[in-house]
């Protein structure tokens, strides 16, 4: 098994390039629905990857 199996995890991306491919998730609203689904789904969150940070700073003020 690999040190990931078994873990949940979101993972945003920017609005071009690699991380537009990924998930481009830059709207504070759909940021809070993506977290409370998947914990009611998952029951938890162990990883977190945000691509493009600045951009989603920058959204929640």
Do not use: S, Y
């Not at 938890?44 to 929640?60: E, G, H, T």
Request: aromatic content about 4%; proline content about 2%.
């Amino acid at each position: 098994m690999g040190r990931l199996d078994g873990k949940i995890a979101i993972v945003t991306g920017a609005g071009r390039g690699v991380g537009r491919a990924i998930a481009d998730v830059t709207d504070p609203q759909a940021c809070e629905q993506v977290v409370d689904q998947t914990i009611q789904r998952f029951g938890q969150i162990d990883i977190l990857v945000i691509v493009n940070w600045a951009k989603l700073l920058q959204n929640f003020g």
